[in-house]
């Protein structure tokens, strides 16, 4: 006897690369794992729910909620519901996303390898959105502890109709007067767009004098910046399959182990507005570009000696000083990090991943893999691969 398709709703914008990614992540899960009978219509956060909803009697739900009258509703139908925004934590419903903190770690690590010792944060209103204010407060922390100053940037208020064209000018103003070299990090990569936009304005150069990050690799939006911008691959495919996967659970009556998932993100994705080294010793500049260029060609600390006229004790305490880590522990994280590109983005086997990566033998990726992230190569692409198209 053949099974009713249980009956979801999935009320996840599709106005925004994230919320796009959450869908092919759960996708990618259907395919897997047998169909649902989708309720879903194209909407944006911001915009009005559905009006079937009020009416609806499914099975399950899959929401973000950006509204407190769409969380309550969904709490209100008392059927099995996961939670992808956690805007509104005191529903008690279950929560699928993305560790922030992990997110702004990657981002400040990212610009802290450059050489960056000042540091610039462009957020959002406060209160607009609870995951910015947090990314902010967490950059700034990083920063100092670190013993580095942060510069934050919160607007203004701002008038009706020619709101974006005067936020923009308070950017400007804001870049222009940071300390240079800086290294900032966006809150998302439509605020990434801004900044750079804003810098065109101001006549402030990237990478050169300001380096910029962002948040979620949205694609259009990070090649259509000039220059190209970084971001933070948050994985929220992932979100959406994990989502997916509780969702399932729930609705065959079975508990979750865990209420509250914040996954890892998937990790830097490099373009040219943070192309650049931030360091005015010329030995230990030169040092640092050949270790990024090569560290993946089975190199080691001898080879980028070679380089530079300096002694292998002078070249450690000036490296280490600079950057509170050892050349080695340099290299390694350069390793892992392009290791985790290509377990993420390609098909390639594990063997020529640690090839390409500079590790002769798979083993000690698997050895470097499991120190750094606690985990093995294969389990990692087995998180984190990038989903094909559900169309393929």
Known sequence: MTRTPRRVALLIETSRKYGRALLHGIFRYLREHGPWSLYFQPWGLGEPFPPWLRRWDGDGILVRADSRELANLVARKGIPAIELRWTFTDLGLPAVGIDNRQIVQLAFDHLRALGLRQFAFCGLAPGRNRWADYRQQTFEELARADGFPCWSFRPRSVGRGDSWEREQKQIAEWVKQLPKPVGLMACNDDRGLQVLDACRWAGVRVPQDLAVIGVDNDEFLCNLASPPMSSVDVGADNA???????????????????????????????????????????????????????????????????????????????????????PKQEMIRLQIERARELLSQTDLSLAEVARRCGYPHLKDLCRAFRTRLGTTPATYRDQYAQPRSPLN
Do not use: N
């Open 240 to 326: 959406g399959y994990h989502a997916a996967a509780q969702l399932d659970r729930l609705m065959a009556g079975k508990p979750l182990a865990e209420h509250r998932v914040f996954l890892p993100p998937r990790g830097v994705v490099v373009r040219q507005s943070t192309d650049m080294i931030a360091i005015e010793d010329p030995e230990l500049a030169e040092a640092v570009r050949f270790l990024r260029r090569h560290a993946c060609d089975g190199i080691r600390v001898d080879d980028v000696l070679a380089r530079v006229p300096l002694s292998y004790s002078t070249f450690q305490r000036r490296f280490k000083q600079f950057f509170g880590r050892s």
